[in-house]
């Protein structure tokens, strides 16, 4: 498999949503491990498939807590509950860099995915990793951070990204 590329934003492929992985096979283990490289790579703590090009339900996370790498990846994950308790955290994206918003999204999650493997997962997440998890999970339904924002605030948003990818 060709080595992953990061799709800079704003690009059409970030409004589309993302397909269902049938069939985990090996193109689908190659892109798992693959958003891992880019994960790490990009020095970020989650990745989803469409910000590399490819339009699967697919996210990788590292929350890389105390230096630790812990890596996971979910396959077609799917929220099946959240708290009605919100947080919010300040977000950004390896997509549309030099940009971050303050964005509220439900403290506690319960998502229901496959694994590597094929195996069928439930987990819990809470705080930061829910977050990480949510904001990955939007890039799958053709979602970014801009879509919560003002649209004077998204148009702001989208000048400093593009005068960041010009300058870099």
């Known amino acids: 498999m060709n080595k992953l590329k990061l799709v800079m934003g704003p690009d059409p492929i970030f409004k589309k949503k993302a397909e269902t992985v049938s069939k985990i096979d090996q193109p689908i283990v190659h892109l798992c491990e693959g958003l891992l490289d880019m994960l790490y790579g990009e020095n970020a703590v989650g990745i989803a498939a469409p910000m590399v090009g490819v339009l699967k339900r697919v996210i990788a996370y590292d929350l890389q807590e105390k230096g630790v790498n812990s890596p996971a990846v979910m396959i077609n994950p799917e929220m099946i509950w959240a708290s009605d308790e919100t947080q919010v955290f300040g977000e950004g994206s390896v997509c549309f860099p030099g940009v971050s918003a303050k964005i509220t999204r439900p403290r506690m ?20 990793l829910s977050s990480v998890i949510q904001h990955e999970m939007d890039y799958l339904d053709g979602k970014t951070i801009f879509d919560t924002l003002s649209p004077v605030k998204r148009k702001m948003l989208f000048k400093k990204t593009r005068k960041f990818q010009k300058e870099t």
């Open 109 to 128: 999650i319960k998502v229901k995915y496959s694994d590597q493997d094929g195996a069928e997962q439930v987990m819990e997440a809470q705080g930061w």
